[in-house]
C-alpha cells in the first residue's frame, strides 16, 4: 500500500518561494507518474506538474517558467520548488502517483486527475499579497 505524505507548505509574501516535498512509502516514486495538483478555495483541483517514468516534466500554463517538479530516487521523494509566488497559487497542494509504470506519458494523461490512484493528504500554501 502506497503512502504519500506532503510537507513544506506555510505562509509566504507575494515573490517568495517555497519547496513542497512528497514522501512516499511502499513503492518507488521512480516507476510511475507523480504529479501535483492544487486546490483553491471554492475552485475544482487542478494539474500543477508532473514528471514521468522517464523523467518528462510537464507543467500547467500558470505555473511554468516559476514552479520546477523533481524526483530524488535515493529518498523516494518528489519536490515542487515554488519560485515567484503569487496570490494565485494560494491552495492546498496535493501530491500523487499513477500506476502507470510506462516510461513516458502523454500530457491528457499527466494532466487528468483520474489518471492518479494514490493521493496524499495535501499541504497548505497561502500567498499574502
Known amino acids: 500500500q502506497v503512502q504519500l505524505v506532503e510537507s513544506g507548505g506555510g505562509l509566504v509574501q507575494a515573490g517568495g518561494s517555497l519547496r513542497l516535498s512528497c514522501a512516499a512509502s511502499?513503492?518507488?516514486?521512480?516507476?510511475?507518474?507523480m504529479g501535483w495538483f492544487r486546490q483553491a478555495p471554492g475552485k475544482e483541483r487542478e494539474f500543477v506538474a508532473a514528471?514521468?517514468?522517464?523523467?518528462?516534466?510537464y507543467y500547467a500554463d500558470s505555473v511554468k517558467d516559476r514552479f520546477t517538479i523533481s524526483r530524488d530516487n535515493a529518498k523516494n521523494t518528489v519536490s515542487l520548488q515554488m519560485n515567484s509566488l503569487k496570490p494565485d497559487d494560494t491552495a492546498v497542494y496535493y501530491c500523487?502517483?499513477?500506476?502507470?509504470?510506462?516510461?513516458?506519458?502523454?500530457?491528457?494523461?499527466?494532466?487528468?486527475?483520474?489518471?492518479?490512484?494514490?493521493w496524499g493528504q495535501g499541504t497548505q500554501v497561502t500567498v499574502s499579497s
Open positions: 514528471i514521468t517514468r522517464g523523467g518528462e516534466l
Open positions: 511502499g513503492r518507488t516514486v521512480s516507476d510511475a507518474v
Open positions: 500523487a502517483k499513477s500506476p502507470r509504470t510506462a516510461f513516458f506519458a502523454p500530457r491528457h494523461y499527466v494532466t487528468n486527475q483520474n489518471s492518479y490512484g494514490t
